[in-house]
């Protein structure tokens, strides 16, 4: 699932202000709009309600697929004594049950699926309460301009012009709380090895549930995914795995404190789909772990990424 907010809360970013006196002592600035949501106190009930949502989701999907096991099982007791007419029938039923499954995931989980829905829903009010604040802190700085920088728009810009973390302590204020700076991780893609999870692009499914996942769990900044994908595209690695020197390399340009690199692979025997991601501190260019979850088919894809993240994040706590 891909946290999406509502066009206009980032055009609350995009704000022309002009402001008194000369134009010429004015200066655009920029900030995370993603880290501003991810660490800005007044989510957290936005994500709790989502996580209760997501759970309800996940138990729906658990229930499908132990349904799918149960049929699968069934048809294998009984494939040599029953008739042919009776096989077809039973393939038939799992053939239906599996596409329902995999309806149920896109429905809820895709961009623009409910989950999306629910969440822009959820998040305006926040995000108009937020908007506010960063008007508040550019006329303070007296700026023309205020860039999303987690929107890709900033392809280059001095760190001095970077003002999200004036918002957060801003935001901070407002609530009687302390603004806290959470580590940031760039997510590189999860290479596919095998010609089915290249088929059913398991690799961008993966990385998007991780991401997600993260973003919620509120304790690490996943750098934008747009700025990642730009970064690998430039480097000349789209249809190439990235590497370990290559993704520090790129880590180091994006700012990011750590990064991960993945793979993914289906066993077509047993339909198992398995995920490893290795995680790295980028400051001291060293891997410091390696986390691995496997997972029966892509209705629990979801779940095993979550997992995942989970993981990334205790990994990272650790350091």
Same mark, same amino acid.
């Given at each position: 699932?891909?946290?999406?907010?509502?066009?206009? %809360?980032?055009?609350?970013?995009?704000?022309?202000?002009?402001?008194?006196?000369?134009?010429?002592?004015?200066?655009?600035?920029?900030?995370?709009? #993603?880290?501003?949501?991810?660490?800005?106190? =007044?989510?957290?009930?936005?994500?709790?309600?989502?996580?209760? %949502? +997501?759970?309800?989701?996940?138990?729906?999907?658990?229930?499908?697929? /132990?349904?799918?096991?149960?049929?699968?099982?069934?048809?294998?007791?009984?494939?040599?004594?029953?008739?042919?007419?009776?096989?077809?029938?039973?393939?038939?039923?799992?053939?239906?049950?599996?596409?329902?499954?995999?309806?149920?995931?896109?429905?809820?989980?895709?961009?623009? =699926?409910?989950?999306?829905?629910?969440?822009?829903?959820?998040?305006?009010?926040?995000?108009?309460?937020? =908007?506010?604040?960063?008007?508040?802190?550019?006329?303070?700085?007296?700026?023309?301009?205020?860039?999303?920088?987690?929107?890709?728009?900033?392809?280059?810009?001095?760190?001095?012009?970077?003002?999200?973390?004036?918002?957060?302590?801003?935001?901070?204020?407002?609530?009687?709380?302390?603004?806290?700076?959470?580590?940031? *991780?760039?997510?590189?893609?999860?290479?596919?090895?095998?010609? !089915?999870? +290249?088929?059913?692009?398991?690799?961008?499914?993966?990385?998007?549930? *991780?991401?997600?996942?993260?973003?919620?769990?509120?304790?690490?900044?996943?750098?934008? #995914?747009?700025?990642?994908?730009?970064?690998? /595209?430039?480097?000349?690695?789209?249809?190439?795995?990235?590497?370990?020197?290559?993704?520090?390399?790129?880590?180091? %340009?994006?700012?990011?404190?750590?990064?991960?690199?993945?793979?993914?692979?289906?066993?077509?025997?047993?339909?198992?789909?398995?995920?490893?991601?290795?995680?790295?501190?980028? !400051?001291?260019?060293?891997?410091?772990?390696?986390?691995?979850?496997?997972?029966?088919?892509?209705? !629990?894809?979801?779940?095993?990424?979550?997992?995942?993240?989970?993981?990334?994040?205790?990994?990272?706590?650790?350091?």
């Amino acid at each position: 699932m891909r946290i999406r907010y509502p066009r206009e %809360i980032f055009l609350l970013f995009l704000a022309v202000l002009f402001l008194p006196g000369s134009a010429y002592s004015q200066k655009v600035g920029y900030l995370d709009s #993603k880290a501003v949501f991810a660490q800005y106190r =007044g989510a957290a009930d936005i994500r709790q309600e989502m996580n209760r %949502i +997501i759970e309800g989701w996940n138990k729906e999907i658990s229930a499908k697929r /132990k349904m799918i096991d149960s049929l699968e099982k069934s048809l294998e007791q009984t494939d040599l004594v029953i008739s042919s007419e009776r096989r077809k029938g039973k393939k038939e039923e799992l053939f239906l049950k599996k596409r329902e499954l995999e309806a149920f995931v896109k429905e809820m989980f895709d961009p623009g =699926g409910k989950a999306d829905q629910k969440n822009r829903e959820l998040s305006r009010p926040m995000a108009e309460k937020i =908007g506010n604040v960063v008007k508040r802190v550019a006329l303070d700085n007296n700026l023309l301009m205020v860039l999303d920088s987690s929107s890709g728009l900033v392809v280059y810009a001095s760190k001095e012009l970077d003002i999200t973390e004036q918002v957060l302590e801003e935001l901070a204020k407002e609530e009687g709380t302390a603004a806290k700076v959470l580590p940031s *991780i760039a997510l590189f893609p999860v290479w596919e090895l095998d010609a !089915e999870a +290249i088929k059913r692009k398991f690799g961008k499914q993966s990385l998007e549930f *991780i991401f997600t996942a993260l973003e919620r769990g509120q304790q690490l900044n996943p750098v934008a #995914k747009k700025q990642v994908e730009d970064m690998v /595209k430039d480097k000349g690695l789209s249809k190439s795995e990235v590497k370990e020197a290559r993704g520090l390399e790129m880590a180091k %340009i994006l700012n990011a404190g750590y990064m991960t690199l993945g793979q993914i692979t289906q066993n077509l025997a047993n339909n198992q789909i398995t995920i490893t991601i290795k995680i790295y501190n980028v !400051e001291r260019d060293q891997m410091i772990a390696e986390e691995s979850e496997k997972v029966n088919g892509e209705g !629990e894809l979801v779940m095993g990424c979550e997992n995942l993240a989970e993981k990334i994040s205790q990994r990272v706590s650790q350091q």
